[in-house]
C-alpha cells in the first residue's frame, strides 16, 4: 500500500499541476489574444490617421499656391486656353480634398466650384475676385487646423500678401466674413 501511494500521489500531483497549467495557459492566452487584438485596431486606426495627415500635409500649400498661380496666370493671359499645368495642380488639390480633407475643408471647396460653374454658365453672373481669394485663404486655413490642429486667421495671409491690405480691408472682410458665416467655419477666421 505504501508504494501504491508513493505512485499514485505523485502521479496525482503532476496531473493537477498539469491541469493548473493548462487552464490557466489557456486563459492567459485568451486574454493576450484579446487585448493584441484591440491593441491592433488601435494601430490600424493610428496608422490610417497618420496616412491621412501625411497625404495632407501639403495641403494647404498646395491650396495657396494654385491660388497664386491662378492669380498669375490671370495676369500674364498670353493665350484663351486653360494652363494644363494649372488645371492638373487644380485636380489634384480636389482630388487630395475630397479624398482625406475634412468635411469642412470639402464644405468649402464645393461651395467654391458651384459659385465658378455658376458664375462659368451665366454670363450675368459676375465672379467676385475678393471672395474667389478668401475662398481659397480659407481653404488653406481649414486644411491647416485639420492637419496641424492650429487656427490661422486668413487676414494674416492678406496682409503678408497684399501691400494695400489696409485700403482694401473692408472688401476682404466683408467677403472673408460672409463666407465664414454661410459655410458655418470656425469663428476664429473672422475679421475683426
Given at each position: 500500500?505504501?508504494?501504491?501511494?508513493?505512485i499514485v500521489v505523485p502521479s496525482l500531483v503532476s496531473i493537477?499541476?498539469?491541469l493548473v497549467t493548462y487552464f490557466m495557459s489557456r486563459k492567459n492566452?485568451?486574454?493576450?489574444l484579446a487585448l493584441t487584438e484591440k491593441e491592433f485596431q488601435n494601430e490600424l486606426l493610428k496608422q490610417r490617421s497618420d496616412k491621412r495627415l501625411e497625404l495632407m500635409a501639403s495641403a494647404p500649400?498646395?491650396?495657396?499656391?494654385?491660388?497664386?498661380?491662378?492669380?498669375?496666370?490671370?495676369?500674364?493671359k498670353?493665350?484663351?486656353f486653360p494652363d494644363t499645368k494649372l488645371l492638373e495642380k487644380q485636380n489634384n488639390l480636389y482630388f487630395k480634398v475630397y479624398a482625406y480633407g475634412s468635411p469642412s475643408s470639402l464644405h468649402i471647396l464645393s461651395s467654391m466650384q458651384s459659385e465658378n460653374y455658376q458664375a462659368n454658365m451665366n454670363s450675368i453672373v459676375s465672379v467676385n475676385a475678393h471672395r474667389l481669394i478668401c475662398?481659397?485663404?480659407?481653404l488653406a486655413?481649414?486644411?491647416?487646423?485639420?492637419?496641424?490642429?492650429?487656427?490661422v486667421n486668413p487676414e494674416e495671409w492678406f496682409k503678408m500678401k497684399f501691400s494695400d491690405y489696409h485700403k482694401t480691408k473692408s472688401l476682404f472682410a466683408d467677403a472673408n466674413n460672409q463666407l465664414v458665416t454661410e459655410l458655418n467655419l470656425s469663428k476664429d477666421f473672422f475679421i475683426r
Open positions: 500500500m505504501q508504494e501504491w501511494a508513493g493537477v499541476g498539469f492566452l485568451k486574454d493576450g500649400y498646395d491650396a495657396l499656391v494654385l491660388m497664386q498661380d491662378m492669380i498669375d496666370s490671370g495676369k500674364n498670353k493665350h484663351s475662398y481659397y485663404v480659407l486655413s481649414q486644411l491647416r487646423m485639420d492637419v496641424t490642429g492650429e487656427t
